[in-house]
């Protein structure tokens, strides 16, 4: 597992079965809107990619 720090968020790089899960914890909470119209508060977004290293980079 790598751990990186990049402005207002930070990130941790797993790798599970040959897939990468990239968790992004953010310095605070954002307003998203779920799949099915409800309104959340999030602090944290977890995905996998093929390439977690362009992934993080923008």
């Known amino acids: ?8 968020l ?3 790089l797993v790798g599970v079965d040959a897939q990468t899960n990239l968790i ?5 909470p954002i307003a998203v809107t ?3 119209g409800r309104r959340e508060h999030i602090t944290t977004v977890r ?4 390439d977690p290293g ?3 980079r923008t």
């Open 24 to 28: 992004i914890n953010l310095t605070g």
């Open 34 to 36: 779920r799949p099915l």
């Open 47 to 50: 995905f996998y990619a093929d």
């Open 54 to 56: 362009s992934a993080l």
């Open 10 to 12: 930070s990130s941790q």
């Open 1 to 8: 597992m790598s751990s990186q720090r990049a402005g207002a």
